[in-house]
Each structure stands twice: as structure tokens, then as C-alpha cells.
């Protein structure tokens, strides 16, 4: 699934809820099936610098070439926002990442229900995950 795809589904799944708590629950939702990651990958190097909340996450390349994302998060409702991230970046070329046009975030409409703080932590995983597929560019 290509990471316009999986937006559109995003989008999709967002349209269903009537108001912001509904879309936030849902958020918490998506938090609490992100994967959990290793104590021992809680280290200050995969910490997001930007975050107000603790936010790890880090990228592995696949033998096929694509970026698997792990990540976790201390606050639930920046865990769900990075799960939704992970979830359209996961499984992409590192081009794909770098290059990636999440408008999605503006069509469900966090960029305006998000707080300051969250949107600059929203903001600083993006970037990480586009310096990961940046940095996977180059190696290649």
C-alpha cells in the first residue's frame, strides 16, 4: 500500500467521527496498539529532540530495502500521534520518506486541534523520520 493509500484510509477512518473527543479516543486507541518498544531502546539517542513528551523512535532497514519505524511515547495521546506517522511511514522506501507529503494531518484536522506543543512534537517526529529516510538515501 503506497503511502498516499494509506493517508486516504486515514482520512477515511477520521471521517466516520462526529467531534474532536470521538477523534481523540480514537488517537489514545491507535497508541495503545502501537507496538511496545524494548526498555532497551529508550536511550537518549532515539529520543525526539522537540517533544515536550518523551518520544523514541527509530528506523532499521529491511532486505528489501524499505524502513521499518519502532517508536514509543510517555504521553498516550503523542503515542497515538506517532502510530498514525509509523503507520503511513512504515514499510516505504527511504526516498518515499524524505519526499513524503503527509497532508493528511491537515485533512483530519489536527493541525488545528492540536495544541502548540504537540503540533512542534508532531512536527519534530515528522523530521526525524524524513532524516532517517534521508540518511538510509545516502548509504545506499
Request: charged share 25%; proline share 2%.
Amino acid at each position: 500500500m503506497s503511502i498516499e493509500s494509506k493517508q486516504q484510509e486515514i482520512i477515511e477512518e477520521f471521517s466516520v467521527f462526529d467531534d474532536w473527543m470521538q477523534k481523540y479516543e480514537y488517537i489514545i486507541e491507535l497508541g495503545h496498539e502501537l507496538p511496545l518498544l524494548a526498555e532497551s531502546q529508550k536511550n537518549d539517542d532515539l529520543l525526539i529532540k522537540g517533544c515536550q513528551s518523551r518520544v523514541w523512535l527509530n528506523a532499521a532497514r529491511n532486505d528489501d530495502g524499505t524502513l521499518h519505524f519502532t517508536a514509543d511515547s510517555d504521553a498516550i495521546i503523542t503515542k497515538g500521534l506517532v502510530a498514525l506517522i509509523v503507520r503511513v511511514l512504515d514499510g516505504e522506501k527511504p526516498a518515499h520518506i524524505a519526499q513524503a507529503d503527509l497532508h493528511f494531518i491537515k485533512e483530519i484536522g489536527l493541525s488545528e486541534h492540536l495544541s502548540p506543543t504537540r503540533s512542534n512534537g508532531l512536527a519534530s517526529m515528522i523530521k526525524q523520520m524524513k532524516t532517517y529516510g534521508l540518511a538510509y538515501m545516502a548509504q545506499s
